[in-house]
């Protein structure tokens, strides 16, 4: 355990559902992040929220909206998904303060688009 | 960001040691040096952390050199449950406000046979 907890560990969707991935820490961390790890390719870095708020968009497409309401709280709103996007999505924390990269990982959801 | 070379994968048996070398020829006067352990369907767990000569843990040590162009992470009497990717990650902590992201390589995949 990693003090990160993720729901829903699992998500089945169709494509022209919404859904949303939360995400908690309760680490008294300060930046969190969203990654995609796609089968077969490295992680990539999807959203960077800092301080509650967003400081980094790596060219994520607008199907995907995060939202950041606070420090413990980060959510993944998906809509009008493609196949393509089934993944596992990964939450992160961090305590934001310089000399400590140390990232928390949470479990991921396993996220399939049909 | 310097950019990281390890090998794709590895093998090795149980109680032998494990040394996975990593090449970050253009890292940066203010870069650390940060292993990650990535189970599958699960997230990255962070190893360990340097900057220079050697750093140890009660998990693994981590040995670079005065030039800082490569790593390695050494897991001492690996098992099988030691079996997973192994991320070398070099990125700036003072940068940012230290939120930044993690970008990760494919990793090594380390495979630990009876």
Known sequence: ETGVTQTPRHLVMGMTNKKSLKCEQHLGHNAMYWYKQSAKKPLELMFVYSLEERVENNSVPSRFSPECPNSSHLFLHLHTLQPEDSALYLCASRSGTSGNNEQFFGPGTRLTVL | LAKTTQPISMDSYEGQEVNITCSHNNIATNDYIT??????????R????????????????LFIPADRKSSTLSLPRVSLSDTAVYYCL????????????????????LIIQP
């Open chain 2, 35 to 44: 292993w990650y352990q990535q189970f599958p369907s699960q997230g990255p």
């Open chain 2, 90 to 109: 070099v990125g700036d902590m003072y940068s940012g406000g230290g939120a930044d992201g993690l970008t990760f390589g494919k990793g090594t995949h």
């Open chain 2, 46 to 61: 962070f190893i360990i952390q340097g900057y220079k000569t050697k750093v140890t843990n009660e998990v693994a040590s």
